[in-house]
């Protein structure tokens, strides 16, 4: 590898020794070479002090400092340095750049025929020289001229102060930013585009102007993007009391994008599949993610722009609590309107999906290479930290604390947050601070110094639990004791110790019959009652026993209700007693759960049967628990489909040691195929019952319906059913929205025979050619239904396929890597070799995407022979490179250490 590793240390951190007051930039556009003038009002705040600037692929045109021009400074290795010889002063720096050229879509880039912007996190250096850091904080003025038929908007953040005509053709705008703010948050764009709007009225009454822009042609599928973002104001004033503070919100599309969107104040850019959306072109879950990403973009208006991080490694500051912002939004929207029993499990489904997502995604890198604490310790490319980690456990970190606080205290934490740190660039730790002033005033001075571990330290702990019931006195004692291994660069440390994470622990208690147990709590200490007849154990120390008294017969017991903590839970539960809770439980989550729980057991035992070759046959319980849950009248279909569901095979794999990923994909299907055929009556009436032609609404009942039936043709058509396969047949063809579209193809192309689906393919194809973002689902589907290495390269020939629009790369390649098991590790280990030169190639494209394209490998080491050694190999192909970009060259480092 070229690149010598450097790493960065948090415990570095230094305050940048200078102010930059006020930026003027003043861009001449031109997609080859456009010039770039940054003038800068400085003052020195420390004597003597060496100026630093960051600038990467950019041309230094000229210094000036106070109009005279500076000859004295350094620049090498992307550092521009001098000495000031005055303390307060105009610094104007003259740089060009060539925007039409730049694929990393970093900085100033062309797409399609529009220029964009992306600084977050380090992008801002590849525009002007800047000290491109999060405490650096200013009030910016942007001059955008540029050809003014070729792009007659010209946008930045804050307020349009004039606009005007040029000579040849040319035009410019000004706009001012009036709050202080770091340049990852700085935006422009450039283009001609369809508008949408609306002016809309914040709580206090003042009118701000709401707009999406997207490209030529797609205005009609911004609207759900713009209600998405008027329904987030409306929520953020009335759960957060928060308030929008601009006259002007601009959200604008593109199809180059190397994450889902960005929260530039005022100016968010969105990939277009978070953004635009019809039914006909885009299903639930596109519906479902665009209103939690606009909810996203905007929340971080107040958490990430008003208070934002001092550096990076404060990153989960802003991105955890704004994820946790954006699941509490969408749980709120999907129960609103709902009575109480229907939004509980509206919520629950919510929850489910999350934790799902945690555990698919987040424990496994808690468990590799890359692991690391949500505010970790040392990095050395900043962009390979937009991890599972920093958001999804960073907002189950944010989570505890509301759970430990309340709705009410942890409201009141946040204002205490905003009270203290408005306007400023701050620390996790500052944030914990104002939570915790709540906390030691509500629990008679009890702190969150055991809390704070969690910021610290990486890992998923385990909490054994253990349960001694005593007839005599009856009484239950519940033991709860914790472990976690240490992970990633923990290893490296040998003097460090792992300390005991504070645990809030969800629990309840059934009777034999399923009933809730009430439970007495008098006298016990780290306790608190919940809901449900539940309470929630405080574990604090390694082990701790709770002593419940007049418990009647010995309890099953419903543990981590509502995944109160991001644990794994050990408990020795028996078949029959995980059956109770799948049909009774009145926690939802924890009956959800317990079905996980119960077919992971048999999908995992059936693996081994495999890997023994023993014949295999299903535990009749299983059957039992799914009959009776197909037909509970008491439930809603969207929680339904989630109990009725099989685990995730992510999630599953996880739990091999080693980990065998064909004869668990095996298992998978064989408990699938028999749950088909045993039930095969009731899923074709379940699907009759739910298959509805009207209109459509991405409303979550709707939305339940929807995918109650699309689960009941897959279970249909892993058993090729004859019936079945004609029902998917006609909802292709009768379909009038994408969900229905999808939710049959999809089933067709994973189950039916070719002569089944080569029309229906085709047909797709044709339909929506001219969509990128349909277009995407179809390379998706042919990604994840791909039989072998060689048609993933026949598709990559496919004219409409590039490595350099992400969305692509990540529909075909990163589909085919991490959804498709069965052609993906097939033993002869031709599809890592692939995925290594595609690593390869994409890396001299766009670092940022290959490295998160390496991580496919981050587990080799878990992984059963032949995989493990081929995965090695592969891995070892990379490492060889000499022009390796830093990014993925961390990742490969990391993994073969
Ligand atoms: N702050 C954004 C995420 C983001 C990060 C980096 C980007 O470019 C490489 C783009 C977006 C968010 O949390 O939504
Ligand atoms: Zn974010």
Not at 229 to 245: A, G, T, Y
Not at 257 to 280: Q, R, T
Not at 408 to 431: K, L, P, S, W
Request: hydrophobic share 40%; aromatic share 10%.
């Amino acid at each position: 590898m070229s690149v010598s590793s450097h790493t960065i240390y948090r415990k570095d951190y230094r305050p940048y020794p200078f102010t930059i007051e006020r930026v003027q930039l003043h861009f001449a556009l031109e997609p080859q070479h456009t010039i770039v003038t940054n003038t800068m009002h400085v003052i020195a705040k420390e004597h003597n002090a060496t100026m630093v600037l960051n600038g990467e692929d950019i041309e230094l045109q000229a210094i000036y400092i106070n109009g005279k021009a500076l000859t004295s400074y350094e620049y090498s290795d992307n550092l521009l340095q001098f000495k000031p010889s005055e303390t307060e002063f105009d610094l104007k720096i003259v740089s060009s750049c060539n925007p039409s050229a730049n694929s990393t879509l970093m900085g100033l880039y062309v797409s399609g025929q529009s220029f964009f912007t992306q600084c977050e996190a380090e992008g801002f250096r590849r525009i002007t020289f800047f000290p491109d850091r999060p405490d650096v904080m200013s009030e910016y003025i942007v001059t955008i001229e540029a050809d003014k038929k070729q792009y007659p908007y010209l946008l930045s953040n804050g307020n349009l102060i004039s606009s005007q005509d040029l000579d040849n053709g040319r035009h410019q705008a000004v706009w001012h930013d009036p709050f202080l703010k770091p340049c990852y948050l700085f935006a422009l764009v450039a283009g001609d585009f369809d508008i949408r709007e609306k002016t809309s009225h914040t709580r206090s009454g003042r009118e701000v102007l709401l707009q999406i822009y997207s490209d030529k042609g797609s205005g009609d599928q911004t609207l759900w993007a713009l209600d998405s973002l008027e329904r987030s104001i409306q929520w953020d004033e009335k759960r957060f009391n928060l308030e929008l503070d601009l006259d002007r919100f601009m959200i604008v599309v593109t199809h180059d994008f190397n994450m889902g969107a960005m929260e530039n104040k005022g100016l968010n850019i969105f990939n277009a599949v978070y953004v635009l959306a019809d039914p006909e072109t885009a299903t639930d879950a596109n519906y479902m993610g665009i209103e939690s990403v606009v909810g996203h973009e905007y929340f971080h208006n107040w958490t990430g722009n008003r208070v934002t991080c001092r550096d990076w490694f404060q990153l989960s500051l802003k991105e955890g609590l704004t994820v946790f912002r954006d699941q509490e939004f969408s749980a709120d929207m999907a129960a609103r309107l709902l009575p109480p029993e229907a939004a509980l499990s509206a919520r629950t489904v919510k929850r489910i999906e999350d934790v799902t997502h945690l555990r698919a995604a987040q424990f496994p890198e808690d468990a590799g290479p890359m692991a690391h604490p949500i505010r970790p310790d040392s990095y050395q490319e900043i962009g390979n930290f937009y991890t599972m980690t920093v958001y999804e456990k960073g907002a189950e970190v944010i989570r505890m604390q509301h759970t430990l606080l309340g709705e009410e205290g942890f409201q009141q934490g946040m204002q205490e947050y905003f009270r203290r740190h408005d306007g400023q660039a701050v620390t996790c730790d500052d944030f914990v601070n104002a939570m915790e002033s709540v906390y030691k005033a509500r629990h008679s001075g009890k702190d969150f110094s055991v809390f704070r571990h969690w910021y610290s330290q990486a890992g998923t702990p385990t909490v054994n639990v253990q349960l001694d019931y005593d007839t005599h006195q009856q009484t239950a004692s519940i033991t709860l004791t914790q472990h976690c291994d240490k992970v990633g660069v923990e290893k490296l440390q040998a003097d460090m110790e792992k300390k005991p994470f504070h645990i809030p622990f969800h629990i309840g208690m059934l009777n034999q019959a399923g009933q809730a147990i009430p439970l007495n709590i008098e006298g016990l200490e780290d306790i608190t009652p919940t809901l449900q007849n539940g309470v929630l154990l405080d574990l604090k120390v390694p082990s701790q026993t709770w002593v419940f008294k007049g418990i009647k017969e010995r309890p099953i017991l419903s543990l981590l209700r509502d995944f109160s903590a991001p644990v794994s839970v050990i408990y020795d539960y028996s078949f029959e007693e995980l059956a109770v809770l799948c049909a009774h439980d009145s926690n939802p989550f924890a009956r959800w759960e317990a079905t996980q729980e119960l077919i992971s057991r048999e999908i995992l035992r059936l693996t081994q049967c495999i890997q023994e070759e023993k014949s295999l046959a299903l535990n009749p319980i299983i059957h039992q628990v799914w009959q009776h849950n197909l037909s509970d009248p008491l439930l809603d279909a969207a929680y339904r489909t989630w109990i009725l569901a099989l685990p995730s095979e992510k999630v599953l794999l996880e739990r091999l040691h080693p980990i065998t990923p064909l004869a668990l994909n095996k298992a998978l299907q064989f408990v699938r195929q028999s749950l088909a055929t045993v039930h095969r009556d009731v899923w074709i009436s379940t699907y009759q019952h739910y298959h509805a032609q009207e209109d459509y609404q991405p409303d979550p009942i709707s939305i339940g319906k929807r995918s109650l039936k699309n689960l009941s043709l897959n279970y249909l058509l892993s058993i090729k059913d004859p019936e079945g396969i004609a029902l998917a047949k006609t909802q292709y063809q009768q379909a009038k929205n994408m969900t229905d579209r999808m939710g049959a193809i999809s089933a067709l192309l994973h189950y039916a025979d070719k002569a089944d689906t080569e029309t229906i393919n085709q047909d797709f194809y044709q339909r929506f050619e001219n969509n990128p973002l349909v277009m995407d689902k179809w390379f998706a589907l042919q990604a994840t239904s791909a039989q072998s290495v060689k048609t993933i390269r026949t598709l990559m020939d496919n004219p409409l396929f590039t490595l350099r629009n992400p969305n692509r790369v990540r529909a075909l390649l990163f589909q085919f890597c991490m959804n498709n098991t069965e052609a993906f590790h097939q033993n002869n280990g031709e599809a890592y070799t692939f995925w290594a030169e595609q690593v390869i190639a994409l890396d001299a494209i766009n670092p940022e995407v290959a490295a998160r394209f390496a991580r496919v490998m981050d587990n080799w080491q878990r992984f059963a022979e032949p995989h493990k050694t081929q995965m090695q190999k592969a891995l070892q192909s990379i490492a060889q490179q000499t022009a390796l970009s830093k990014n993925t060259t961390e990742i490969i480092e990391k993994a073969l250490s």
